[in-house]
């Protein structure tokens, strides 16, 4: 019986061009009742993969979120709009895992707005209606919150948590997933998402995130989706929405 923890799984980088690899995804989720579902669609892929350009891609997306799945707004074109800059550790961070990536780690506060904006317009016209954002990369510059409460975004959800951007609160969310990335940064997935397994008591909440990059084809994948069936046996499936739901 499922008991009080919970459980966020998440498909990241959906987007028209790794279709095929997303729809294997949703079907191996299908497969196992693993429903709902958390999509981090990435509306302008490139600057060149316009989501309304691909009628039969809105589609499926419009039939997941009608089926129960949540839409995440994730970067605009997922890709750096300039060099990295800076020493911080998020900046470390992007360089080693995320050069191409970190999106909304190489904006100003006015361009952030813009793609915002311009991501969320995409994904409304095309019939979605995103509450949350998550930048690529979980990696983003320290303006990002603020800027996500002015457009009307209600959450934000980095690498360890979710955050609701009007009052601050946010709900720790320790993870394991497979990232569709080069063979060092699946060990280094596998090494951090153990930290919440041995750390005695199981975690409140749980997040499973699953890249489309080749993952039909990949161990690093398979070994996760063969988790996921005992973790849903004791907990419960949920949206990250939810997790930061105001009470009535």
């Known amino acids: 019986m499922t008991d009080t923890r919970r459980i966020v799984i998440a498909i990241h980088d959906v987007t028209p061009s790794l279709a095929a690899d997303v729809r294997y995804l949703l079907d191996a989720c299908d497969a196992m009742g693993a429903r709902p579902l958390t999509l981090k669609v990435i509306p302008n892929e490139d600057g060149r993969n316009d989501i309304r350009e691909h009628p039969e891609f809105a589609r499926l997306l419009a039939r997941?979120?009608?089926a129960g799945s949540e839409i995440v707004l994730h970067g605009y074109t997922h890709r750096a709009a300039h060099p990295i800059r800076g020493l911080g550790p998020r900046q470390v961070r992007g360089r080693l895992f995320a050069r191409t990536a970190a999106e909304f780690l190489t904006l100003d506060c006015r361009q952030t707005r813009e793609r915002l904006l311009a991501g969320?317009?995409?994904?409304?016209?095309?019939?979605?209606?995103?509450r949350g954002?998550?930048?690529?990369?979980?990696?983003?510059?320290?303006?990002?919150?603020?800027?996500?409460r002015d457009c009307g975004f209600q959450y934000y959800v980095s690498m360890l948590a979710v955050h609701d951007v009007i009052d601050g609160r946010r709900v720790w969310t320790p993870w394991i997933g497979y990232m569709g990335a080069g063979p060092v940064q699946e060990r280094l997935?596998?090494?951090?998402?153990?930290?919440?397994?041995?750390?005695?008591?199981p975690a409140p909440v749980l997040k499973v995130f699953l890249h489309p990059q080749e993952a039909r084809k990949s161990v690093d994948c398979a070994r996760i989706l063969q988790r996921i069936p005992r973790l849903i046996a004791t907990r419960r499936i949920v949206s990250y929405g939810s997790l930061v739901a105001r009470q009535s």
């Open 120 to 130: 969320r317009r995409i994904l409304q016209d095309a019939g979605l209606d995103p």
């Open 133 to 148: 954002f998550c930048a690529p990369g979980w990696l983003a510059s320290p303006h990002l919150q603020h800027q996500l």
């Open 64 to 66: 997941e979120s009608a």
């Open 189 to 201: 997935a596998r090494l951090g998402g153990d930290v919440w397994s041995t750390r005695g008591r």
